[in-house]
Structures are given as structure tokens and as C-alpha cells.
């Protein structure tokens, strides 16, 4: 099954530019066939294609789904210096249904900036590659101090490697919203470590060895959603 994405479709019932080209060029659709269509908010369409108008698809909605929305989980992440592997890290999130996405900025964080139209693309896409119907918000860049104490959810918790009597596996109410904050390569400061405690961030492991930043941010999010 091929999934389509339209942010309005209920209110416009189009298919844009982008949407429209890979529907007719690519996958040779045609007037009357079926397509199935979310607005990346739950919603999941049948639709049927009425016509082409300019770049645009026309489509009569036929049925509508909605989708039980999950607890939200949040993955604050220090993103590694190499761009591929951000994108990966937004790739692997969404499929496995992640809410929230926030890059923050760390002391020994390597990437500064984002450019975060590439980043909604890559979740557009990833989100349709996995039929999901859920598109994960991607926050603005941070500062770490200024998103902990920001930060609201239920459960919180900050992964580093550094030696801590209080570290425990990810202990998870999968009935209540979550954040998990994932550092740097150079990993979080002490200070940081200690700034979030004070914000009752419970501190964790992940795995019994050092891990990238993408694996670690994998599995705590992983370990938060199954």
C-alpha cells in the first residue's frame, strides 16, 4: 500500500505538487483508482481521484479513520556533526512513533543549527514509507538549560555514560507521556547531568557499552514506546 500526505486534505481535498507527480509519473495512477491519504495528525483517508487540475490531484474523500493517538514521547537530542546522521536519527524516529522531536544544544554539542524544512521532509517520508498516520513535530533548536526547564511530560529522563549510583533501566508507564534526552558524542557536562536532576530528570542506562548518539537515541526510544 502506497500512503499519500496532505496536510488539508478534509478541508481542499488535493494533493500537492510533489504528492501529485509521484502519484501520476511514478506510480501511474490514474482517474477512479484509490489512494489512501493522511493528514499526518491521525487521520487516515480513502480517497479516489477525481482529476488533474494544473500540478494539483483532485480527490473525493470516501472514507475516514481516525487513529488512537499514543502517550507522547519526546526525544531531546544532541545531533551528531554529520548531516546523514541526523537524518537518520529523524528517519528511525518517526517510524517507530516518536511525537517529538527537539534538537538542543549541549556544551560539547558538535551541530549548532538545523535546516528544518530538510528534517520535516525526511519525517513526511519516512512517516508514508512506515503507513504511519502520526507526523512527529520537529522543535526548534534549544539551548539544553533552556528546555529542561521548559520541559513538562511525566516521565523524564537524561541517559549519559558517566559513573552514577542512581542510573537504573528505563523503568516506563506507557499510559503517560515521556521525554528522554540524548547527548553528544563528548556526552552530557556534569553540570548538565546535575542541572537536570534538579529538573527530576531520572538519570539511565541504556546498555552495558558506549553507544553513537543515533544507536543510544534508538533504543531509549524504543524502550519508551514497545
Not at 1 to 26: A, D, G, P, R
Not at 58 to 77: G, Q
Amino acid at each position: 500500500m502506497q500512503l499519500f500526505y496532505s496536510k488539508e486534505i478534509e478541508k481542499f481535498q488535493t494533493l500537492n505538487t510533489e504528492e501529485s507527480k509521484h502519484c501520476l509519473k511514478v506510480l501511474r495512477k490514474k482517474k477512479n483508482d484509490k489512494i489512501f491519504v493522511t493528514d499526518g495528525v491521525g487521520n487516515f483517508y480513502e480517497c479516489k481521484i477525481k482529476e488533474q487540475v494544473k500540478n494539483e490531484l483532485k480527490v473525493e474523500i470516501l472514507s475516514k479513520k481516525k487513529i488512537r493517538k499514543k502517550p507522547i514521547i519526546e526525544l531531546a537530542i544532541s545531533f551528531p556533526k554529520q548531516r546523514i546522521r541526523s537524518e537518520w536519527i529523524i528517519e528511525k524516529a518517526t517510524e517507530i512513533g516518536v511525537s517529538i522531536i527537539t534538537p538542543i544544544i549541549c556544551e560539547k554539542s558538535e551541530r549548532i543549527k538545523i535546516n528544518h524544512d530538510r528534517m520535516n521532509k525526511i519525517a513526511i517520508s519516512s512517516m508514508k514509507q512506515s503507513l504511519r498516520t502520526y507526523l512527529p513535530i520537529i522543535s526548534k533548536m534549544q539551548k539544553f538549560s533552556e528546555f529542561i526547564k521548559k520541559s513538562s511530560l511525566d516521565q523524564k529522563y537524561i541517559a549519559h555514560c558517566k559513573y552514577d549510583m542512581s542510573k537504573e533501566k528505563i523503568k516506563n508507564n506507557k499510559k503517560k507521556s515521556s521525554c528522554i534526552l540524548i547527548g553528544p558524542e563528548g556526552d552530557f557536562s556534569n553540570k548538565e547531568i546535575i542541572l537536570a536532576k534538579k529538573f527530576q530528570f531520572k538519570t539511565v542506562t541504556l546498555n552495558d557499552n558506549r553507544l553513537r548518539t543515533e544507536t543510544a537515541a534508538i533504543i531509549a526510544c524504543n524502550q519508551l514506546i514497545s
